[in-house]
């Protein structure tokens, strides 16, 4: 729901996975990746990669409609093993892959888990789509929405579910806004206004370490899931 008004939004389904494995052993924290095309979910998926895989076991589930680009992409820049990406070519709007039918979603989670695991974290980025994209809860536990300033800074007010109900809204490409003429500031007051007290992170991953406010808050979800009962 919008802070300021009432929409019919689409809902994630209400309940999530179960924090255990059939074994009995805690399965790994699933975060989903969604935003429009080119906000810079892939290379966000990269850099966290490269600055979380030295303390914790990561695995990666990309989804593109009718290519593995983005998974290629991860394969080229040799974030992760081959072994800990996985593709999936969803052929329809992305929505049904994350939030509608999830089943290939979570098959390619699971086998991840099967086949490298015990693993600590599974990111899940979906294909490039617009401000409605949600995670299903059946799917992932948490979910970073990015948006990038060279789409205009007027995105956070213009809201969508992607923007006010993410667990965690990344506003991408910070460096960009001198040059497309975007307000930062402005960005940020938009954005409290529409979310209230979930987070906002501003992002420029070509400065040095410049993903950390998004590692870092994966770092804190992650504590959090291992404190608390299976």
């Keep these: 729901m919008h802070l300021d008004h009432d929409h019919d939004y689409p809902e994630r389904y209400t309940y999530g996975s179960p924090a255990t494995r059939p074994d009995g052993s805690r399965r790994a924290l699933r975060i989903g990746l969604g935003g429009p095309v080119g906000s810079g979910k892939t290379a966000t998926v990269a850099a966290l990669c490269r600055a979380l895989r030295d303390s914790l076991s990561i ?7 009718y290519t593995r680009e983005d998974a290629e992409y991860l394969l080229r820049e040799a974030v992760l093993p081959p072994e800990r990406i996985s593709a999936v070519e969803t052929g329809a709007c ?5 939030r509608d039918d999830i089943s290939a979603n979570l098959e390619a989670v699971e086998d991840l888990e099967d086949k490298v695991g015990p693993l ?15 995670f299903s809860k059946g799917l992932v536990d948490a979910q970073i929405f990015v948006i990038d300033v060279a789409g205009g800074d007027d995105i956070p007010r213009k809201g969508g579910p992607g923007v006010t109900t993410a667990d965690l809204l990344v506003v991408n490409k910070t460096d960009l806004a001198p040059y497309v003429g ?3 500031e402005r960005m940020a007051t938009d954005a409290k206004a529409q ?12 400065a040095e370490n410049g993903v950390a406010p998004v590692s870092g808050w994966i ?7 291992t404190t608390v009962p299976a």
């Excluded at 979310?195 to 070509?206: C, E, K, Q």
């Design 195 to 206: 979310r209230g007290d979930l987070p906002v992170a501003f992002t420029s991953l070509v």
């Design 219 to 225: 770092r804190e979800r992650l504590a959090a899931w």
């Design 59 to 65: 695995a990666v589930v990309t989804n593109d409609i």
């Design 182 to 184: 975007s307000d930062l």
């Design 94 to 98: 992305p929505h049904t892959a994350i």
């Design 120 to 134: 600590d974290l599974i990111l899940v980025e979906s294909g490039g789509d617009n401000l409605t994209a949600t």
